[in-house]
């Protein structure tokens, strides 16, 4: 059996000491996909990030407007059972949206889409919450064989984007929700102030792009996978009058004081880590793309809180100097689970790399509709990070 160490380093310097042309402000460098800089060597993330604060200001300004969301949400509301869906994972930022929405005067109902690799904690997590709170659960479970061939598939694939079709899915779950309970409004627990906006070419999906990859290496029918196509998109978006809100946007939004308060309050448990609540994703955090791709999330979201005054640009840069950590028994249940032999895994792990251009997909078809998008965006039916990232012709 191939060993695994138990500890990853970089096989290149510390950022802090690389030659590199950084950001004076955050801890991104060049080699960030399209990272351009000013006269003062700021880069253009932490430029958008600016121009995010201005246009989502916290604060007083910031309670005003959630306030005023949540009238017109109860309003939405009247005669129904439920205000807002919540998309649940067991993670901090979902769980705390919850809470927001309750704290709000509002009756949501939390959606979770299973992709039956939650760890233990996570699920507990979930069940805690919702019995502290009393909110009620609306869950979709895919069938683990077929989506385990999806897992297969990309990374057959060769791709970094091989845990994009969970968030696909979370998010077809979420308007399912929605269209049954006849609800207009969902939260999502994404704050650009702790996570930033990950790059195009560190990340990307869409639901072509997933149906082109399982076509040309998958070895089952995506029957119960709810995929996203761009009509089903466009309907949704364009008729449903559901509005996506994402209300961290308008919060002072400190992690770690959240967490503290969840645990004491409603019996949370912290899982180790951002995006280690499900193991396969923790896999692909840990593992996967550092490891293979040379991509580190951690980047994003802490050159997120150098930005906000949360973290100091050196603890950034300190925190990055290694590889993340991983767990050896992590990648042997992959193995196991998947069904790769240590020689298959390897093979798997060196062969060459490629990028969602080389497989169908509805990028050009996104940046066509421009228009309309931004249209969306302002009436709250795709957030904007969706409109920047998607519907540019450049790679952020």
């Not at 997590?125 to 598939?153: C, G, M, P, W």
């Not at 089952?220 to 761009?230: A, E, G, V």
Request: contains cysteine.
């Amino acid at each position: 059996m191939s060993a695994v160490p138990n500890r990853a380093t970089r096989s290149v310097p510390p950022l802090a000491l690389a030659s590199k042309v950084s950001c004076t402000r955050c801890i991104y460098d060049e080699a960030t996909p399209s990272i351009v800089f000013d006269e003062q060597g700021v880069c253009n993330y932490c430029q958008m990030h600016d121009r995010l604060c201005e246009e989502y200001p916290i604060g007083d300004e910031g309670q005003q407007r959630l306030r005023k969301l949540a009238d017109e949400i109860r309003k939405a509301g009247r005669n129904k059972k439920y205000d807002v869906v919540v998309g649940v994972s067991g993670g901090c930022d979902s769980s705390y949206m919850l809470l927001q929405a309750k704290e709000l005067g509002l009756r949501p109902l939390a959606v979770h889409f299973d992709n039956t690799w939650n760890s233990t904690t996570a699920t507990e997590n979930i069940h805690s919450v919702l019995k502290a709170l009393q909110v009620d659960l609306f869950t979709y479970v895919v069938d683990n064989e077929e989506y385990d061939d999806l897992y297969r598939s990309f990374l057959a694939a060769g791709t970094a984007d091989t845990d994009g079709p969970t968030d696909i899915a979370l998010a077809v779950v979420m308007y399912m929700a929605c269209k049954k309970h006849g609800i207009n409004y969902m939260f999502e627990g994404h704050s650009f102030r702790t996570e930033g906006v990950s790059p195009l070419g560190w990340f990307y999906i869409d639901g072509k792009y997933i149906q082109s990859v399982q076509d040309t290496y998958g070895t089952r029918k995506l029957k119960t996978f709810p995929n996203l196509s761009l009509f089903r998109f466009l309907k949704w978006t364009m008729f449903s009058k559901i509005k996506k809100i994402r209300p961290l946007y308008y919060i002072d939004y400190r992690k770690e004081e959240v967490k503290q308060m969840l645990t004491r309050d409603l019996g949370w448990k912290w899982y180790g880590g951002h995006h280690l609540e499900n193991r396969f994703t923790a896999f692909c955090h840990s593992y996967l793309l550092p490891q293979r791709f040379g991509i580190d999330h951690r980047l994003n979201g802490h050159s997120a809180l150098v930005r906000t005054g949360q973290m100091s640009r050196e603890e950034g840069l300190q925190a990055i100097a290694s590889l993340p950590e991983y767990d050896p028994e992590l990648i042997e249940l992959v193995k196991k689970r998947l069904g790769y032999t240590d020689v298959e895994f390897e093979r798997l792990m060196t062969q060459p790399k490629r990028t969602y251009r080389d497989f169908k997909n509805y990028k050009s078809t996104f940046e066509r509709l421009r228009p309309l998008f931004w249209l969306l965006y302002k009436m709250e039916r795709v957030p904007k990070s969706f409109y920047i990232k998607y519907t540019s012709k450049s790679s952020i």
